[in-house]
């Protein structure tokens, strides 16, 4: 493959372009009733067809074919020498590189200058906003009277740049970004060209991948061209581009309209470590989430890219959902998206767009009953290995290393009689390390009473622990205010822990770097890991 695609197969006549009918019918029908503008300016987003369709004009006005309404022929010589750029009239310019006045300059004292073979001198002058003032300046003055055997055809990203005083002396066309369709089915032909074998959802994700660029699109098939021999299969597509699989993007916004943020998140960090890219994610999310507002908004009849099944699938869902949460759930994963890539934790601006979204959700989880405290296990009993020499010498006036307090077996001696009334009333002091330890249990319990609870408390951590007062650090303020904002958060994990230890305690939430860890309970918690025992602090 020596030759990119897209210049390879550039469209050689005006029907050959795709997607820019509106534009090209009409310069067909000029250059047929032989009334060609002298300057033109084409606007529009890269890869649309702007230079193409430039480049086609300078050929259809020196066109020698017979059939005028057919012009370019690209049969002739002069169709030839162009397609070949070998064609002295046509002159491109690059604005990027030539901004300078004197090269406007240059321009304008060449213009004079009858065409060496053609009928027309054309002049393309590529990226035009680009120019300086002083270069515009002196363009203007050539378009304001421009010799009869000169075309200028300027092109341009960023149209609000051009002067309108330029912009008045030329004929406007604005060039449209592709449907994924049409530009699948571009690439569709192309594969067909060159004898490719493409597997349909590969196609797909290219196509959508260029995001209405069929350039874009076109040099990515080619980066994913190996030989010719080598089929383009979806998994060495997803590889190259970082793309999640599109099972894990359809799998998160079933989770999402589930209101089951565990299985969401799950499936983003999985995909995430097999190889995904965060940003690029947000940009599936976005293209798939999209699709279904489509499809809710206009029904079945929206022409989309995808297998039969996919649709079903997706109409399946839109059933579900409702416009207003699909919107806000396309605007979350856009901001996604646009945040940059280069932030130390690249996946947060996904994982907070699809947290943020669990706010929407309907109020289907009641506000559970308050539980008996029940089935009460003993505290992690561990036979302490405490010894005096591990210790270390310097006195702690308000740390004591104790052995495991012996109140919870004598209560779960007890339990018929206590299970069922309140917790003693002098709570029994808790280790940091057996809460800890507990983290999961407790995260699993309360799962089961709020499903959205568990991703929270994935963001966060048992940090320190004060008189029986759990503190669970978020690294995140956003994911604090989440905790604060979820009602029945708090009760819920007290409740858990409170039966975990049959004892009474409370958990507070704080930010991680906000907390300041009392230095009693740091050295202790030194101690405990040194240890690998229970050890407590003592009010
Ligand atoms: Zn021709």
Not at 362 to 373: E, H, V
Not at 398 to 405: D, F, G, M, Q
Not at 510 to 534: H, N
Request: contains cysteine; glycine residues 6%; proline residues 7%.
């Amino acid at each position: 493959m020596s030759q990119a695609l897209y210049r390879k197969w550039r469209p050689a006549r005006f029907k050959d372009v795709i997607g820019q009918d509106h534009i090209t019918h009409t310069l067909q029908n000029s250059v047929a009733a032989d009334r060609i503008g002298h300057a033109y300016l084409l606007c529009g987003p890269r890869g649309t067809g702007k230079t193409t369709t430039a480049r086609l004009l300078a050929k259809a006005v020196n066109c020698t074919g017979e059939d005028v309404s057919q012009r370019p022929c690209d049969d002739c010589p002069t169709c030839h020498a162009i397609n070949d750029g070998r064609f002295l009239d046509l002159i491109e310019i690059d604005a990027a590189s030539n901004t300078g006045v004197d090269d406007m300059r240059n321009l304008r004292d060449k213009v004079n200058f009858a065409p060496s073979e053609g009928r027309f001198k054309v002049y393309i002058i590529d990226e035009v906003h680009m120019l300086s003032i002083a270069a515009f300046n002196a363009l203007l003055k050539t378009l304001e009277e421009p010799p009869a055997h000169v075309k200028f055809v300027l092109a341009t990203t960023e149209e609000h740049k051009v002067p309108i005083t330029i912009k008045s002396r030329c004929q406007q066309f604005n060039f449209r970004l592709l449907t994924t369709l049409e530009i699948k089915g571009r690439l569709q032909w192309l594969a067909e060209k060159e004898g490719l074998s493409v597997e349909p959802a590969a196609l797909d994700l290219i196509a959508e991948q260029g995001a209405g660029s069929l350039r874009d699109a076109e040099s990515l098939m080619d980066q994913l061209i190996t030989s010719p021999d080598d089929p383009i299969t979806l998994e060495r597509t997803q590889m190259v581009l970082g793309t999640a699989t599109e099972t894990a993007v359809s799998t998160v916004v079933e989770a999402w309209i589930n209101r089951n943020s565990g299985e969401g998140l799950r499936i983003i960090h999985e995909s995430l470590i097999s190889g995904a890219d965060a940003r690029q994610f947000a940009r599936q999310m976005v293209t798939y989430l999209r699709e279904l507002l489509l499809l809710k908004a206009a029904g079945n009849e929206v022409p989309l890219a995808g297998t039969p099944e996919r649709r079903q699938e997706m109409l399946a869902q839109v059933g579900r959902s409702s416009t207003s949460s699909l919107i806000k759930a396309v605007k979350a994963f856009s901001e996604a998206a646009m945040t940059a890539a280069s932030s130390w934790q690249p996946q947060l601006p996904l994982e907070l767009a699809f947290i943020g979204l669990m706010d929407d959700q309907p109020a289907t989880i009641s506000t559970p009953a308050p539980q008996p405290i029940t089935a009460l296990p003993p505290l992690p009993v561990k036979p302490t290995a405490v010894k005096p020499t591990a210790v270390k010498p310097e006195p702690q006036t308000k740390t004591e290393i104790s052995p495991p307090p012996t109140k919870p077996v004598e209560t779960a001696a007890k339990h018929t009689a206590v299970a069922k009334s309140t917790p003693a009333a002098e709570p029994i002091p808790l280790a940091l390390s057996a809460v800890q330890k507990k983290w999961r249990e407790m995260v699993a319990q309360v799962g089961e009473r709020n499903k959205n609870l568990p991703a929270l408390l994935h963001m966060g951590k048992i940090i320190g622990l004060e008189n029986n007062v759990i503190i669970i650090g978020f690294d995140y303020p956003i994911f604090k205010e989440k905790f604060d904002k979820t009602a029945n958060a708090l009760p819920l994990i007290n409740q858990s822990y409170s039966a975990l230890f049959n004892t009474k305690c409370t958990v507070r939430a704080v930010i991680t770097s906000e907390y300041a860890v009392p230095i009693e309970e740091a050295d202790v918690r030194q101690l405990a890991q040194e240890l690998g025992g229970v050890v407590s602090i003592k009010e």
